[in-house]
C-alpha cells in the first residue's frame, strides 16, 4: 500500500470547518492518562481547550489531522485508533447518539445512523449494505492521507462500530469478519483482542461484516420522544453544517474562476448580489473570511501546479499574482506548512 489511499469524492474540503468535535474529547482524555498538560495535543491545529470544550465548534478535516497526528505522537501508541474506538459510547457521538439510543431496534438505529452520520465527528465515509443475510459496513477516510493517519482512522471507526453492536447487543453478535486495506501492522494481535473473529489484511476495502440479525433485536431502552427531539437537533445541526459549506463553496468558484487575477471582497460581494460588509459579517459567523478562503484557493492552485505540471516556481508565483518567487514561498509555507519543493519531489 502506498503512503496515501484513493478517498471517497468528500462534500467537503479539507479546510471546511464542518466537523464536530466530540471524538476530539475522548481523545483528550486519553492522552490525559499519560500527561497532566494537554495543551500539545493542539499544536498546529488553531483550536484551543475553550474551543474543544465548546459542543458548538466546527473543525476541518485537516485541523482534525493535526490533533490526531500529536496524539499519536504524544501516546507513542500506532494502534491508538483501536484504543480510542473500543472506549466510545454513544456520548462521543454527540446528538446522533441519543438519537440511536432512544431507537426501537437496530433497523431503526441503521436508518438514524444513516441519515445523521455526518452530525458526528465524520472522518470517514461509511457505507452500510445488506446483502445475503448479512450487514456490512465498509470505511473510507474523506481526503488522502499518510499511512499512519489512515490507518487511525479505519480503525477508529470499525473498532467503534463493534463496540456499538456489542453494548446494545450483548457480547455474543460478534462479528463475522473484519477487512483492512492495509499490510498488517507491528501490533496486529491487538486487532484479535478488540474483534474476536477473523481478521483480513492487504483486502480490497475496510470492512466490518456482522450476521443481519443484529438488526432485529429490539431495544429495551427505546423512547420515541428522546428520539424525536434528538433527531430535530441533528437536522438543525445538520443544516448549519450545509449553510457554511453553501456560502464559502459560492466564494471558492468565484475566485477559481479568475485565478490569474483574483477578484477582491467588493467585487465577490457584486457577484452575489450583497455588499462587501455583509459578506464579510456572514463568513465572520461561518468562522471563516475572504482571506481564508483566497489562501486556501491560491493553496490548492499551487499544489496542482506543482504536482502536474513542471512550471518553474517562479512562473507559479507570478500565475498566482505575486511578483517576487521568495514572496510566493513565504505564503505558501504559511498556507501548507511545507516548502514548495516537498510537493513536486512526490509528484
Same mark, same amino acid.
Request: hydrophobic letters at 35%; one cysteine or more.
Given at each position: 500500500?502506498?503512503?496515501?489511499?484513493?478517498?471517497?469524492?468528500?462534500?467537503?474540503?479539507?479546510?471546511?470547518?464542518?466537523?464536530?468535535?466530540?471524538?476530539?474529547?475522548?481523545?483528550?482524555?486519553?492522552?490525559?492518562?499519560?500527561?497532566?498538560?494537554?495543551?500539545?495535543?493542539?499544536?498546529?491545529?488553531?483550536?484551543?481547550?475553550?474551543?474543544?470544550?465548546?459542543?458548538?465548534?466546527?473543525?476541518?478535516?485537516?485541523?482534525?489531522?493535526?490533533?490526531?497526528?500529536?496524539?499519536?505522537?504524544?501516546?507513542?501508541?500506532?494502534?491508538?485508533?483501536?484504543?480510542?474506538?473500543?472506549?466510545?459510547?454513544?456520548?462521543?457521538?454527540?446528538?446522533?447518539?441519543?438519537?440511536?439510543?432512544?431507537?426501537?431496534?437496530?433497523?431503526?438505529?441503521?436508518?438514524?445512523?444513516?441519515?445523521?452520520?455526518?452530525?458526528?465527528?465524520?472522518?470517514?465515509?461509511?457505507?452500510?449494505?445488506?446483502?445475503?443475510?448479512?450487514?456490512?459496513?465498509?470505511?473510507?477516510?474523506?481526503?488522502?492521507?499518510?499511512?499512519?493517519?489512515?490507518?487511525?482512522?479505519?480503525?477508529?471507526?470499525?473498532?467503534?462500530?463493534?463496540?456499538?453492536?456489542?453494548?446494545? +447487543?450483548? *457480547? !455474543?453478535? #460478534?462479528?463475522?469478519?473484519?477487512?483492512? @486495506?492495509? %499490510?498488517?501492522?507491528?501490533?496486529?494481535? $491487538?486487532?484479535?483482542?478488540?474483534?474476536?473473529?477473523?481478521?483480513?489484511?492487504?483486502?480490497?476495502?475496510?470492512?466490518?461484516? +456482522?450476521? *443481519? !440479525?443484529? #438488526?432485529?433485536?429490539?431495544?429495551?431502552? @427505546?423512547? %420515541?420522544?428522546?428520539?424525536?427531539?434528538? $433527531?430535530?437537533?441533528?437536522?438543525?445541526?445538520?443544516?448549519?453544517?450545509?449553510?457554511?459549506?453553501?456560502?464559502?463553496?459560492?466564494?471558492?468558484?468565484?475566485?477559481?474562476?479568475?485565478?490569474?487575477?483574483?477578484?477582491? %471582497?467588493?467585487?465577490?460581494?457584486?457577484?452575489?448580489?450583497?455588499?462587501?460588509?455583509?459578506?464579510?459579517?456572514?463568513?465572520?459567523?461561518?468562522?471563516?473570511?475572504?482571506?481564508?478562503?483566497?489562501?486556501?484557493?491560491?493553496?490548492?492552485?499551487?499544489?496542482?501546479?506543482?504536482?502536474?505540471?513542471?512550471?518553474?516556481?517562479?512562473?507559479?508565483?507570478?500565475?498566482?499574482?505575486?511578483?517576487?518567487?521568495?514572496?510566493?514561498?513565504?505564503?505558501?509555507?504559511?498556507?501548507?506548512?511545507?516548502?514548495?519543493?516537498?510537493?513536486?519531489?512526490?509528484?
Amino acid at each position: 500500500m502506498s503512503e496515501t489511499n484513493p478517498s471517497p469524492t468528500a462534500n467537503f474540503d479539507r479546510n471546511d470547518r464542518v466537523i464536530p468535535v466530540y471524538l476530539f474529547h475522548l481523545i483528550k482524555t486519553v492522552i490525559q492518562e499519560q500527561l497532566s498538560d494537554t495543551r500539545r495535543l493542539l499544536e498546529g491545529s488553531d483550536i484551543t481547550l475553550v474551543d474543544l470544550d465548546n459542543e458548538d465548534t466546527l473543525v476541518s478535516f485537516d485541523q482534525s489531522l493535526a490533533i490526531i497526528t500529536n496524539a499519536l505522537a504524544l501516546s507513542g501508541n500506532d494502534g491508538l485508533g483501536l484504543e480510542v474506538g473500543r472506549r466510545e459510547s454513544l456520548s462521543d457521538w454527540g446528538m446522533m447518539g441519543y438519537a440511536i439510543a432512544s431507537c426501537s431496534n437496530g433497523r431503526d438505529m441503521l436508518r438514524i445512523a444513516k441519515s445523521y452520520y455526518k452530525t458526528t465527528t465524520n472522518l470517514t465515509e461509511s457505507v452500510m449494505n445488506i446483502s445475503d443475510n448479512q450487514l456490512v459496513m465498509s470505511s473510507e477516510p474523506y481526503h488522502p492521507v499518510p499511512l499512519k493517519l489512515y490507518r487511525f482512522l479505519v480503525e477508529e471507526h470499525l473498532a467503534c462500530h463493534q463496540k456499538m453492536v456489542s453494548d446494545f +447487543h450483548g *457480547e !455474543k453478535h #460478534l462479528p463475522l469478519e473484519v477487512q483492512f @486495506s492495509f %499490510p498488517a501492522p507491528h501490533y496486529a494481535d $491487538v486487532y484479535q483482542q478488540v474483534f474476536r473473529c477473523p481478521i483480513v489484511f492487504d483486502a480490497p476495502h475496510n470492512q466490518i461484516t +456482522h450476521s *443481519e !440479525k443484529v #438488526l432485529d433485536i429490539v431495544n429495551p431502552a @427505546s423512547n %420515541p420522544l428522546t428520539k424525536q427531539l434528538a $433527531v430535530k437537533l441533528c437536522d438543525e445541526l445538520l443544516q448549519q453544517q450545509e449553510q457554511h459549506r453553501g456560502l464559502i463553496t459560492k466564494v471558492e468558484r468565484i475566485l477559481i474562476a479568475r485565478p490569474s487575477s483574483f477578484p477582491s %471582497p467588493a467585487e465577490v460581494a457584486e457577484h452575489l448580489g450583497t455588499s462587501e460588509r455583509n459578506l464579510r459579517r456572514q463568513l465572520k459567523e461561518l468562522d471563516s473570511s475572504y482571506q481564508q478562503i483566497l489562501d486556501r484557493v491560491r493553496a490548492d492552485i499551487a499544489i496542482s501546479y506543482l504536482t502536474d505540471t513542471q512550471l518553474p516556481l517562479e512562473d507559479i508565483a507570478h500565475l498566482l499574482g505575486f511578483s517576487e518567487g521568495s514572496s510566493f514561498y513565504r505564503a505558501f509555507k504559511r498556507w501548507t506548512k511545507k516548502a514548495p519543493s516537498s510537493y513536486r519531489i512526490k509528484a
